[in-house]
């Protein structure tokens, strides 16, 4: 699992700035209204959840790989940022995965 992390701001100035008035159905260029995306978003129970293993989630008694991709500043529309960050994600993940499969 790859969590993003991206603070409440952030999060919301992303979904304003992605919004296409002419095409509110596409996939890449949708946007929720600014009241639910705060019912849904402003408060995250991330920080709690994740707090008892820095690299495993437990659910349902069960522990699950996860690595998180700090996305602030962001990283996604700079290629040259993007890739090597999600590169040492995805590396830190499947070292983690590997590690529990012993």
């Known amino acids: ?19 296409n ?7 890449l260029e949708h946007a929720l ?3 639910k995306i705060e019912f849904l978003y402003k408060e995250s129970d991330w920080e709690s959840f ?12 069960k522990r699950v790989p996860f690595a998180v991709f700090e996305n602030e500043p962001e990283k ?4 040259a940022k993007l890739g090597p960050h999600l590169e040492e994600v995805c590396a830190r993940l499947w070292k983690t995965h ?4 012993g």
């Not at 008035?21 to 996939?27: A, Q």
């Not at 994740?50 to 008694?61: E, F, R, Y």
Request: glycine share 4%; proline share 8%.
């Open 1 to 19: 699992t790859i969590y993003i992390k991206v603070g409440w701001e952030e999060s919301l100035r992303k979904n304003r700035r992605r919004y």
């Open 21 to 27: 008035p002419n095409k509110p159905d596409s996939i």
């Open 33 to 35: 209204e600014d009241k």
């Open 50 to 61: 994740s707090a008892k293993d820095p690299a495993h989630l437990v659910v349902n008694g």
């Open 76 to 79: 996604t529309l700079d290629p």
């Open 98 to 101: 590997q590690a529990l499969r």
